[in-house]
Nanobody
Framework: QLQLVESGGGLVQPGGSLRLSCVASFTLDYYAIGWFRQAPGKEREGVSCIGRTGGSTNYADSVKGRFTISRDNVKRTVFLDLNSLKPEDTGVYYC?????????????WGKGTLVTVSS
């Protein structure tokens, strides 16, 4: 069964940091991995994506300079480092896998991890 499992969410104060992890049950060598988030009452939005080898990355304008995506294919894990967190970063964060490139449809999704930014 092909699964993605997110972890690392939690409650953090504004300005704080978190590291989210996305662990796959399958090899990630052929997949780009994206991170998405959904805030309460809002639609899901793309946050960041990383290519198969890690050589290409992209970010939503709202998180550029604050979030960093990386991957370790040996460990089948993709990370999202969240820094300088703001209350508007609150939401459920999901990782998803797309075949080969970030522009492909996401084929597999995790169940999400909740990030709450609040004082």
């Amino acid at each position: 069964q092909l699964q993605l499992v997110e972890s690392g969410g939690g409650l953090v104060q504004p300005g704080g940091s978190l590291r989210l992890s996305c662990v796959a049950s399958f090899t990630l060598d052929y997949y780009a991995i994206g991170w998405f988030r959904q805030a309460p009452g809002k639609e899901r939005e793309g946050v960041s994506c990383i290519g198969r080898t890690g050589g290409s990355t992209n970010y939503a304008d709202s998180v550029k300079g604050r979030f960093t995506i990386s991957r370790d294919n040996v460990k089948r894990t993709v990370f999202l480092d969240l820094n300088s967190l703001k209350p508007e970063d609150t939401g459920v964060y999901y990782c998803a896998a797309a075949r080969y490139v970030c522009n492909s449809d996401m084929a597999y999704w995790g169940k999400g991890t909740l990030v709450t930014v609040s004082s």
